[in-house]
């Protein structure tokens, strides 16, 4: 056995693990009680007590997930019930745990391989799913039609046969009900769903009562004595003319059979048949109207989101804006509204971001007087200041430790209007400025962050910075 926490293996008869020291008792006493589950389940499983399995294999995996064997188990007796899908889950989650030398990989290979059984199993699964939905509705005869289907398909499907069952009985139907719940009892011996539908049934016909069978074998004694018998009398030959005559009668006996008896029956499977393609064809014909009735919503919903997108496009004001391009003020603006409308179109370096926040930032607005240039300015510095801040804030930091002080201001500075929270950016912008014995703009700047960002980690530096820089309150 392995350790839980550390992995390791421990001996036999160690309660501690030699590794990590965890004590382990306790863990053992879980995987005793999982196995003996399984073991259970097991026992349970070889006599088709499904049911009874079922549940001492689900309680094994309560105490142990990982063990594999219950598990597998599990995903087999779920299938013999015909729940394949909880079949198939199970042995996806045993591979998970274990995807080697696993035979949970085998049992999904041979379901999976096998199409046409997949096929009919999903048919079975979608048609069971009508008959639910019909039998709630109280439409029994289209229900048992369905159910027909479904176990027709898939003869394992234990769930099926059970409401066919039931459905059955509730139209009084006890002798078919009977031989659909003989099938599920074969499936699984121990369901008590279906050992109650039977004592239902023994109950409503009474095949259960002795005293019913008492009275039945007193009458069959009185009509037919025992130790009586029948003595016969001679009579005389006579010419054997009976002999035509029973010929005759056997004739128009078996005519009169064909004709009452096989001829309807024939008609009333025929009819049957039709009747059921016909609610096929009626259930088919339902889903299509639904179908096309919830695709009319769609486009009915497409339509007024149109109609609204078109209202408010007519809405939008599409005078055209007359500029006067002739100052340096707007001469930058067309050209950093070109560069972004390029940026915007293809993919991007961090470079070209970096260039089109600076461009942007040195354009002068004062020079601007269109308030529709103003606005377009303005929404384009909001796209692309908060993505740029913290590179620009990088490329400053990486000048300021090379010592290009001069270049790390510019930046920096940048980087502080792109982001007027970067505590981090006012901080090296002032030291920035020390270094350029710049000392008025380094006081500004360090003031600035305790003013912006008076929660920030570099905050304690600051009264340092600011005796060096001559500052005294």
């Not at 005293?211 to 039945?216: D, F, P, T, V």
């Amino acid at each position: 056995m392995n350790c839980p926490r550390c992995g390791n293996p421990v001996p036999a008869r160690r309660q501690y693990c030699e590794v990590c020291g965890t004590d382990i008792s306790i863990y053992r006493k879980i995987i005793r009680l999982s196995n003996r589950y399984y073991n259970s389940g097991l026992e349970k499983a070889k006599v088709r007590n499904l049911t009874g399995a079922a549940q001492d294999l689900q309680k094994s995996l309560e105490m142990n997930k990982r063990n594999i064997e219950a598990r597998n188990l599990l995903g087999l007796v779920y299938y013999e019930m015909g729940e394949t899908v909880s079949a198939l889950s199970e042995w996806v989650i045993s591979k998970s745990f274990s995807p080697d030398a696993n035979e949970a990989e085998d049992l999904l290979e041979k379901v999976q391989d096998n199409q046409n059984e997949l096929e009919n199993i999903n048919q079975a699964i979608k048609k069971y799913n009508i008959a639910l939905e019909a039998a709630k509705e109280q439409n029994d005869d289209l229900a048992i039609l369905q159910l027909k289907k479904v176990v027709s398909l898939h003869g394992n499907f234990l769930r099926a046969l059970q409401l066919l069952a039931l459905l059955l009985i509730k139209t009084d139907q006890y002798d078919q009900a009977k031989k659909y719940l003989d099938r599920a009892i074969k499936i699984d011996v121990g369901n008590t769903t279906t050992l109650r539908y039977l004592a239902e049934i023994a109950r409503e016909t009474g095949e259960d009562n002795p005293r019913l069978r008492e009275n039945e074998s007193k009458d069959i004694s009185k009509e037919t004595p025992r130790g009586i018998g029948v003595v016969s009398s001679y009579r005389e030959e006579k010419p054997n003319v009976m002999v035509f005559v029973n010929l005759l009668l056997g004739v128009l006996i078996g005519i009169a059979v064909v004709y009452y008896l096989i001829v309807p029956t024939i008609k009333s499977n025929i009819k049957e048949e039709y009747e059921s393609q016909k609610v096929d064809y009626s259930a088919e014909l339902s889903a299509k109207t639904a179908e096309n009735a919830q695709q009319a919503k769609t486009i009915a919903a497409l339509e007024r989101q149109v109609n609204e997108l078109q209202t408010t496009i007519d809405g939008i004001d599409t005078t055209p804006v007359t500029v006067e391009v002739g100052t340096e003020g707007y001469r930058a603006f067309f050209d950093v509204l070109k560069e972004y409308k390029l940026l915007k179109s293809t993919e991007y370096s961090d470079d070209q971001l970096q260039k089109l926040a600076l461009d942007l930032w040195s354009v002068d607005a004062s020079g601007i007087d269109s308030e529709y240039a103003l606005s377009m300015l303005e929404d384009m510095r909001s796209d692309i200041y908060p993505t740029a801040a913290r590179k620009i804030y990088k490329a400053g930091k990486a000048l300021y430790d090379s010592a290009d002080y001069e270049g790390a201001a510019g930046m920096l500075e940048a980087a502080v209007a792109f982001n007027r929270e970067n505590d981090a950016a006012m901080y090296y912008l002032g030291k920035s400025y020390q270094a350029l014995s710049q000392f008025d703009k380094a006081i500004e700047y360090y003031k600035l962050m305790l003013e912006v960002c008076p929660n920030s980690t570099l905050k304690e530096y600051i009264p340092q910075r600011l005796r060096e820089c001559g500052y005294t309150e």
